[in-house]
């Protein structure tokens, strides 16, 4: 009896010795550095289980036993492991994965809408941005969304970012508005947007946004015809922000996009104007200019009169330059 109670016993003790190595040999496997020799990206879709995503691990090399993965995940208190991208460290453990994808800490991706973009090609380039999903079919109306760096994470909705894009524009242009110059003769946000994006089209010189808008707001205040090149361009084009350069029958369009033939603001944007378009718009530099001219070096000549308008028009066709003028 007593023989039987000492063999149970000891039996006993042996099995909590191994169990307790083993347990002992299963957390170093947990939290020692894993097998990752360089860093890997894995994605997790959403609806993805547990054993999907362990599977995923161990073919990336990020563990290297899937069961102790998903025991861990089983059995460590924590919030459900999220879907999307993952970017994992070098000898990343078994325990600091699974914490990245209890927290979510997924891949920040950006994406640059480049200022003086048309709504269609804004909507081009997110189709083509591969890690976002869904399709935006129609653009947006031109002038609506904000050209900047977005953030996202794959998987995320083109039609997300679409709305981010159209939110951050409302918002931009209802703070410059709000902060404009006095005695501006625009009479509503929409037509300062209208102007901020020929203003974006004509130069892509920084320093010279506010001395541009100068010229169109000095020429709208005398009833003159704004004469943009890039309104003509829209009128040819449209949306399609591409074509050859323009011809000289091409200022006789009849497009009231047109303001070498319509008066006034054309009746809508000709694409979208980032915040320091608009901000020049809004807050013009102080002159009394009326035209300019490409100078050659990839800026304008500016004048106040149209004889010293026609010598800086003169000089640019003695250099070669095809006539560009406004």
């Given at each position: 009896m007593?023989?039987?109670?000492?063999?149970?016993?000891a039996?006993?003790?042996?099995?909590?010795?191994?169990?307790?190595?083993?347990?002992?040999?299963?957390?170093?496997?947990?939290?020692?550095?894993?097998?990752?020799?360089?860093?890997?990206?894995?994605?997790?879709?959403?609806?993805?289980?547990?054993?999907?995503?362990?599977?995923?691990?161990?073919?990336?090399?990020?563990?290297?036993?899937?069961?102790?993965?998903?025991?861990?995940?089983?059995?460590?208190?924590?919030s459900?492991l999220?879907?999307?991208?993952?970017?994992?460290?070098?000898?990343?453990?078994?325990?600091?994965?699974?914490?990245m994808?209890?927290?979510?800490?997924?891949?920040?991706?950006?994406?640059?809408?480049?200022?003086?973009?048309?709504?269609?090609?804004?909507?081009?380039?997110?189709?083509?941005?591969?890690?976002?999903?869904?399709?935006?079919?129609?653009?947006?109306?031109?002038?609506?969304?904000?050209?900047?760096?977005?953030?996202?994470?794959?998987?995320?909705?083109?039609?997300?970012?679409?709305?981010?894009?159209?939110?951050?524009?409302?918002?931009?242009?209802?703070?410059?508005?709000?902060?404009?110059?006095?005695?501006?003769?625009?009479?509503?946000?929409r037509?300062?947007?209208?102007?901020?994006?020929?203003?974006?089209?004509?130069?892509?010189?920084?320093?010279?946004?506010?001395?541009v808008?100068?010229?169109f707001?000095?020429?709208?205040r005398?009833?003159?015809?704004?004469?943009?090149?890039?309104?003509v361009?829209?009128?040819?084009?449209?949306?399609?922000?591409?074509?050859?350069?323009?011809?000289?029958?091409?200022?006789?369009?009849?497009?009231?996009?047109?303001?070498?033939?319509?008066?006034?603001?054309?009746?809508?944007?000709?694409?979208?104007?980032?915040?320091?378009?608009?901000?020049?718009?809004?807050?013009?530099?102080?002159?009394?200019?009326?035209?300019?001219?490409?100078?050659?070096t990839?800026?304008h000549?500016?004048?106040?009169t149209?004889?010293?308008?026609?010598?800086?028009?003169?000089?640019?066709?003695?250099?070669?330059?095809?006539?560009?003028?406004?």
């Open positions: 007593h023989r039987n109670v000492r063999i149970v016993g039996t006993v003790i042996v099995a909590a010795v191994l169990a307790a190595v083993g347990f002992l040999s299963l957390y170093q496997l947990y939290v020692r550095p894993g097998p990752l020799r360089t860093e890997a990206t894995v994605i997790v879709a959403k609806g993805a289980n547990v054993a999907d995503i362990s599977t995923a691990l161990q073919r990336a090399r990020v563990v290297l036993s899937p069961l102790t993965f998903r025991a861990a995940a089983r059995l460590r208190p924590g459900p999220r879907a999307g991208e993952y970017r994992f460290p070098p000898h990343v453990s078994m325990r600091q994965a699974l914490a994808l209890r927290s979510g800490e997924t891949v920040v991706r950006r994406l640059t809408v480049p200022e003086g973009m048309t709504s269609r090609q804004v909507v081009a380039l997110l189709n083509e941005t591969e890690s976002l999903v869904g399709e935006v079919v129609a653009p947006p109306v031109e002038g609506a969304l904000l050209p900047a760096t977005y953030d996202y994470s794959w998987g995320d909705s083109r039609s997300e970012l679409i709305r981010r894009m159209s939110s951050a524009m409302s918002a931009v242009l209802d703070e410059l508005w709000t902060a404009r110059d006095p005695g501006l003769p625009l009479a509503s946000p037509e300062a947007l209208i102007l901020a994006s020929i203003v974006e089209k004509e130069t892509a010189v920084p320093e010279e946004r506010s001395r808008a100068a010229v707001l000095n020429r709208l005398l009833g003159m015809r704004l004469q943009a090149d890039p309104t361009a829209y009128a040819v084009y449209g949306g399609s922000g591409q074509g050859p350069p323009l011809r000289s029958i091409d200022l006789q369009n009849p497009s009231p996009y047109n303001t070498y033939v319509a008066n006034g603001l054309p009746p809508g944007p000709i694409a979208n104007p980032g915040r320091a378009a608009l901000l020049a718009v809004l807050q013009p530099a102080s002159s009394e200019d009326l035209f300019f001219v490409a100078n050659g990839g800026g000549a500016f004048a106040r149209l004889d010293e308008h026609n010598r800086n028009v003169a000089r640019w066709r003695r250099q070669g330059g095809r006539l560009d003028a406004e």
